[in-house]
């Protein structure tokens, strides 16, 4: 039984969902272009991924299981976290106009994010308790938006450096990538995690 | 004419390298050539079983559910290849993990089903599913030997360089960072193709 701080660790740092998983990778070349952008889609992936979890947790142990329907588990999984994501969307430009304003553009393309359906899975492979699965959606969201905003960052930087032509837009942007994961590694043995 | 449906997805159009869908299951799973051919081979079935259902009911979907109708459709027959792997082939399943499920996300489907076999019949639509599954496996089939070359000396298994070699692989292919380069690596050669040729 791993503790929710190693948990946390592991999934903020060592085993990075971008960097290590690659998980999420469409918003994380997509939409890191500039660091006001990537702080925005962060926290949606943040919000976003957090219900999620809860929702499939519940969905998953309390309705698939005791109905012995496991093999539906990706089309309901899909299906939850497709309406989720509506539902949010319209509870938050009814009630909570400001927020809206600050993720309504981005909790659409969260839909197709694989990141928030890839977790949902990951946890029930791990086998978590509801503790754990809130842990390790909170550090995984936040890894999320750790590497994209070191990513938005660095791609400011580089739109005023020299590149060679056939390596300008997205190849530089692997390059940099490449480099950033290479960094993470050095993560991997932190209080005995493993990748 | 219908020659074009297939061969446009497979260079021209190429999901990864070109159009850059299809990412996270490209980098993840194309550590050996055996997984990514595998990969490949379960989005063909995906993408093309997906085309022909959709295309040949394409009639009878409303066009304001037709995302979710095309979601169930998609995950009906990622279930069916996730199970089958499970039984038949457990050491692949193993190694893709989480990635056989995901499949249904994966934007080069839904791509496709949207933007061509909702839209066409449903001969051209197989042909568009398999031009594309082959266009995503040929990428991730260049990237998985790559990277099993320099990153296990092997292919399929098989040494192929010289005791030397094999006893320091570069290792760093087959960890996370050096997918990233390797594909960087090929998007450039794509691009520097392109630019030769304007």
């Given amino acids: 039984m791993m503790s929710p701080f190693l948990i946390f660790l592991s999934a903020f740092l060592v085993n990075n969902i971008v960097l290590m998983r690659f998980l999420g990778l469409c918003p994380y070349f997509g939409v890191s272009r500039r660091t006001d952008t990537a702080l925005g889609m962060s926290m949606g992936v943040l919000f976003v991924m957090l219900l999620a979890s809860w929702i499939t947790f519940f969905i998953y142990h309390y309705l698939l299981v005791p109905l012995d329907l496991i093999f539906l588990r990706t089309a309901a999984f899909i299906l939850v976290i497709a309406s989720l994501v509506q539902l949010i969307e319209l509870f938050l430009k009814k009630n909570v106009p400001t927020l809206y304003q600050a993720l309504g553009i981005y909790l659409p393309l969260i839909t197709t994010n694989c990141a928030i359906l890839g977790i949902t899975f990951l946890i029930i492979d791990y086998d978590y308790t509801l503790l754990q699965a809130t842990v390790f959606s909170i550090g995984t969201a936040m890894g999320f938006g750790l590497a994209l905003l070191l990513m938005a960052g660095m791609r400011e930087q580089i739109d005023l450096a020299p590149v060679p032509d056939a390596l300008k837009g997205s190849p530089i942007a692997f390059i940099t990538a490449s480099l950033t994961s290479l960094a993470f590694l050095g993560f991997a043995g932190l209080l005995g995690l493993s990748i | ?198």
């Fill in chain 2, 1 to 198: 004419m219908q020659s074009r449906n297939f061969t446009n997805g497979i260079l021209k159009n190429n999901p990864v390298l070109v159009l850059m869908i299809g990412l996270c299951p490209t980098l993840a799973v194309s550590t050996t050539a055996f997984n990514s051919l595998g990969m490949g081979i379960a989005v063909i079935f995906v993408l093309t079983l997906s085309n022909i259902t959709i295309s040949s009911i394409r009639k009878f979907i409303p066009e304001n559910i037709r995302i979710p109708v095309f979601i169930v459709i998609i995950s009906t027959f990622v279930t069916v290849i996730d199970y089958n792997m499970y039984a038949f082939i457990p050491d692949l399943y193993k190694n893709l993990g989480v990635f056989v499920p995901l499949i249904v996300v994966n934007c080069i489907i839904l791509g496709r089903v949207e933007g061509f076999a909702y839209k066409n019949g449903v001969f051209a639509s197989l042909l568009d599913g398999l031009g594309s599954g082959i266009g995503f496996t040929l990428a991730i089939f260049i990237m998985g030997s790559i990277r099993e070359l320099l990153g296990s000396g092997t292919f399929f298994g098989f040494n192929v360089f010289p005791q030397g070699f094999q006893n320091n692989p570069v290792i760093f292919m087959i960890l996370p960072p050096g997918g990233f380069l390797v594909i960087a690596s090929l998007m450039g050669i794509m691009n520097h193709l392109k630019g030769s040729q304007a």
